[in-house]
Structure formats: structure tokens, C-alpha cells
T-cell receptor, first 115, second 110 residues
Framework: DADVTQTPRNRITKTGKRIMLECSQT?????MYWYRQDPGLGLRLIYY???????NKGEISDGYSVSRQAQAKFSLSLESAIPNQTALYFC??????????????FGEGSRLTVL | AQRVTQPEKLLSVFKGAPVELKCNYS??????LFWYVQYSRQRLQLLLR??SRESIKGFTADLNKGETSFHLKKPFAQEEDSAMYYC????????????FGSGTRLSIRP
């Protein structure tokens, strides 16, 4: 089955460390997204990309950067992690060819803990 | 500003009882509304969208523009409905502009 895969699934790190979360998809979708989930706050959009040359900030992009290495790969980086970036991070895709009806396809999530 | 509000963090009902998960939104345009669900140890996934006017797993949701609401309803709850539910709004029918509510955890008691 076509899938959205995130690595690592769990990561514990220390304040100030650089962290990269990776996302790859075999769905053939053009659009990819990074969300952050915090209890009581729901999901908030960090960055999104419509294709390899198109990167856009979401509502909470400060402290994060992304790289769209290929249509199938979209990485999220924390250059200098801080404790309030402890959260569950989700990668998602959507299908432009289907008219981008608003359906997102999510990965399983990457739980990041910053000590 | 666009906003999606789910006033209940936790909703607990008995099996067989009716369920209503509330969702209110603020948006000046014509929104597309969705319900996403996350079952235990599964991925977040689309449950239903208002433009489809469909019933999925017995759930329905009607967009009420006058009350700016999109409540999710099911007449008879089942134990397998226990999950986290998110209401979401798309500002221009595009997934790139989706705003999520804070979520409601539904617990079905046997």
C-alpha cells in the first residue's frame, strides 16, 4: 500500500542539539506538510510544500526549517532544539491531481522530547 | 481570524447512547468542513467532509452556516467509536489551508 513514513518514530534529545525528522511517501502526491500536535492545542501547521521548488511557512514556523529533497521526501529540522518543541510531529500529504479536496494523508507521527 | 472551536476535551457516553461532538467555526468566507479521527494506535484519517453529505460508520455532520457549526452525530454509540476526533476547516478547499480544532476525545463506556 502507498504510504507516508516518518523517521525516527521516537527521539529524545537535549537542548541546543540539531534534530532532523524525515518523511517519505510512496503515494505520488505533490503536496507535503509538517504539523505539530500538542495536547489541548490540536494540530498546527509548521511548513508545507507544493513541489520541490515551493516551500511555504505555516502558522508556527519559527525555530524550524524544512527541505524538500525530492517529490517523495520532506524533512523537518530543528537547528537548536528547545524544551517547548517537545511534541508529536506529523507529516502529511495531499493529492493535487485529485483536485486537492482537502483530504490529508498522515504518517504515524514522530514523538520528540527535548530535555 | 479563522478559528475552529471544539468545546469538549473529553466526552464520555454509554454504548448505545447518542453521540454529538460539537464544532463551531469562525470564518468570513465559505468554508469546507471536515472531521478527522484518530483511533488508538492508528493514523489520523479523514472521517467525513461536509461537501460529500455522506454517512461514515454511522456518523453524520451537517453544516449550519447560521450557527457556524458542524457537529458530528451518531444515534447509537459503539465501543469502537472511542477515539480522538478533530474538526477542521479549509479556507479555500485546499489542504494547504486547513485549520484544526483542539480535538475531542470520545470514550464509549460498555
Amino acid at each position: 500500500d502507498a504510504d507516508v513514513t516518518q523517521t525516527p518514530r521516537n527521539r529524545i534529545t537535549k537542548t541546543g542539539k540539531r534534530i532532523m525528522l524525515e518523511c517519505s511517501q510512496t503515494k505520488g502526491h505533490d503536496r507535503m506538510y509538517w504539523y505539530r500536535q500538542d495536547p489541548g492545542l490540536g494540530l498546527r501547521l509548521i511548513y508545507y510544500s507544493f513541489d520541490v521548488k515551493d516551500i511555504n511557512k505555516g502558522e508556527i514556523s519559527d525555530g524550524y526549517s524544512v527541505s524538500r529533497q525530492a517529490q517523495a521526501k520532506f524533512s523537518l529540522s530543528l537547528e537548536s532544539a528547545i524544551p517547548n518543541q517537545t511534541a508529536l510531529y506529523f507529516c502529511a500529504t495531499s493529492d493535487l491531481s485529485a483536485g486537492d479536496t482537502g483530504e490529508l494523508f498522515f504518517g504515524e507521527g514522530s514523538r520528540l522530547t527535548v530535555l | 481570524a479563522q478559528r475552529v472551536t471544539q468545546p469538549e476535551k473529553l466526552l464520555s457516553v454509554f454504548k448505545g447512547a447518542p453521540v454529538e461532538l460539537k464544532c463551531n467555526y469562525s470564518y468570513s468566507g465559505s468554508p469546507e468542513l471536515f472531521w478527522y479521527v484518530q483511533y488508538s494506535r492508528q493514523r489520523l484519517q479523514l472521517l467525513l467532509r461536509h461537501i460529500s453529505r455522506e454517512s461514515i460508520k454511522g456518523f453524520t455532520a451537517d453544516l449550519n452556516k447560521g450557527e457556524t457549526s458542524f457537529h458530528l452525530k451518531k444515534p447509537f454509540a459503539q465501543e469502537e467509536d472511542s477515539a480522538m476526533y478533530y474538526c477542521a476547516l479549509s479556507r479555500d478547499s485546499s489542504a494547504s489551508k486547513i485549520i484544526f480544532g483542539s480535538g475531542t476525545r470520545l470514550s464509549i463506556r460498555p
